[in-house]
């Protein structure tokens, strides 16, 4: 017994010790991504116990306080929603903290790169507490989760278009005949995708011998701003590119098939409900990857100061002389010189807004909770199944109209307004 009291310890002792030794290794290069790290760790954990909290949570007198007890569905939806509000919580605080810092010299900076230790612990401590709220706290939670939902949409649909509009400028910027084929062999591609899955979405949700109208609107309705993204595009008076065109095309056609997949199973106009199991879980892969791979972009162009997260005071090109880099007219000696240097490195103004590189993070939250609940709307529905409903049927249709009228408006915007910078 002490033999295994003491190997236990050793084991503790250890673990603690790798802990300390990796989170005191998180540099300030590699601190954004330790974030997203952490917030892909946060949907591990809603993950695990949506399948295994439930029996538990039955126990508990706070929240288990109705005459008859729930469904299973109930309690899984309430514990991811509870993780989900502890991660939104750490996120947001640390947003709060974070405004107004300009600098490095600023002590928020420290907190913001360090403490990784102590960040784990809240973190974790947040999440437990979280399980001793009432279920109001909750069902209030839930509720807002929805539109915080929709403004991560619509940050993920602005980072989007970061994306291509960069790609394409670096592949144009090449001047070279094979960048050039490079880029209409991927508009191609693209393209074709984009029709072909067109097709199958006839296929799968306008069965015939149903009325299904509805579907066939959104369907013409996602080929239409097809049309109309390639035709203004490659307008003379744009001066667009296919490359940007062809793939918020393929994207809106996504958008389209995962809200009609999300359409009830006993809707008779979806023909996927053969197959609502295998759908249901590919459609919340795709979207929880879709969900971390926002935050990853968003955290590595965080360090660009031409994205959003960008503070007014970021260091722009040409600037370097503002900053202590001019060259010193009488050189130093080597102690003056390093004083220097720390003192440069110090004023040194941060490269991104913290406060709202943590907001995207809490959005995230918000959004990732609302994919595997279903929206809240189909516990006690579809037993299993997850982003269910009509709810998630009408946030992907309007997400993609948004991101259909966020790209025209970046097409057109600086002919209306030229001189105004986009």
């Keep these: 017994m002490w033999a295994a009291s003491c190997l236990a310890s050793c084991c503790a002792a250890c673990a603690c010790d790798a802990c300390r030794t990796v989170v005191s290794g998180i540099s300030r290069r590699s601190a ?10 946060s949907l ?36 991811v929603l509870r993780v989900s509000l502890g991660n939104f919580l750490f996120f947001t605080i640390l947003a709060i903290l974070m405004i107004g810092v300009k600098n490095q010299k600023d002590p928020r900076d420290g907190i913001h790169h360090g403490g990784w230790m102590m960040k784990v612990i809240c973190w974790c401590l ?16 839930e509720t807002s989760s929805k539109f915080g939902s929709g403004l991560f949409l619509l940050v993920q649909v602005v980072l989007l278009l970061d994306f291509v509009h960069g790609w394409n400028d670096k592949w144009v910027g090449y001047d070279e005949q094979f960048w050039y084929v490079a880029l209409f062999v991927v508009s191609l591609v693209c393209y074709v995708a984009t029709f072909t899955f067109s097709g199958l979405l006839f296929h799968w949700f306008t069965p015939s011998g149903h009325d299904c109208g509805l579907n066939t609107f959104f369907i013409v309705m996602t080929l239409i701003s097809v049309f109309v993204f390639a035709i203004i595009a490659l307008h003379p008076v744009v001066s667009g590119s296919i490359l940007p065109a062809s793939v918020i095309s393929l994207y809106c056609t996504y958008l389209c098939y995962s809200a009609l997949a999300s359409e009830p199973r006993d809707y008779e106009c979806n023909g996927l409900h053969k197959h609502s199991n295998a759908v249901s879980t590919g ?26 997260l960008s503070p007014p005071t970021s260091p722009r090109a040409g600037q370097c002389h503002a900053f202590g880099f001019r060259k010193p007219l ?21 490269t991104y807004s913290y406060s709202f590189f943590h ?16 929206w809240s709307t ?16 009408w946030v992907r249709i309007v997400t993609g109209w948004a991101t259909a009228a966020l790209y025209i408006w970046s097409l057109v915007a600086p002919i209306l307004f030229p001189d105004r910078e986009f």
């Excluded at 974030?35 to 892909?40: E, L, Q, R």
């Excluded at 947040?126 to 939670?141: A, D, K, Q, R």
Aim: hydrophobic share 45%; net charge negative; aromatic share 10%.
């Design 32 to 41: 954004r991504i330790a974030y997203c790290g952490h917030f892909a760790l």
């Design 44 to 79: 591990i954990v809603a993950w695990i116990l949506r399948e295994v909290a439930a029996p538990l949570m039955e126990k508990i007198p706070w929240i288990n306080h109705f005459h008859k007890t729930p469904d299973r569905e109930w309690f899984e939806t309430d514990a």
């Design 126 to 141: 947040l999440v437990i507490f979280m399980f001793f709220l009432p279920n109001e706290v909750i069902s209030l939670y």
């Design 283 to 308: 459609t919340l892969t795709v979207g929880l990857l879709t969900t971390v791979l926002s935050v990853v972009y968003s955290a590595v162009r965080a360090g660009s100061s031409t994205t959003l």
């Design 330 to 350: 009488l050189p130093m000696d080597k102690g003056d010189e390093h004083e220097h240097e720390e003192k440069d490195k110090a004023n040194k103004p941060v």
């Design 359 to 374: 907001i995207i993070f809490s959005l995230a939250s918000m959004y990732s909770a609302m994919l595997l609940t279903g």
């Design 378 to 393: 189909s516990v006690g529905e579809s037993g299993k199944l997850v982003d269910v409903g009509w709810p998630s049927v």
